[in-house]
């Protein structure tokens, strides 16, 4: 017998993170401050200025490099 109860999801845990964002009116970029190569970056997609905020997102962890942000 097949059963098709679906498990309940489990909540993923959301926090305020630092981000930045695109200043360039045209381009919705933005990325998490812990994945930020530079203490400053440029947009990758426009290479317009980007300024420091705040956004609720999912937590995650970035253990792919020790960051040495150069700045």
């Known amino acids: 017998m097949y059963n098709s109860r679906k498990k309940p999801l ?3 845990p ?3 993170t630092a981000i930045w964002s695109c200043t360039s ?3 919705n970029c933005w990325m998490r401050d812990n994945f930020a190569l530079d203490a400053e970056p440029t947009c990758p997609q426009c290479q317009s200025e980007m300024v ?3 956004k609720s997102l999912a937590v995650i ?3 792919s490099f020790t960051h040495n942000k150069e700045g």
């Open 14 to 16: 959301v926090e305020m």
């Open 10 to 12: 489990e909540e993923t």
């Open 61 to 63: 962890v970035n253990s």
């Open 52 to 54: 420091r905020g705040e």
């Open 25 to 27: 009116e045209t381009c």
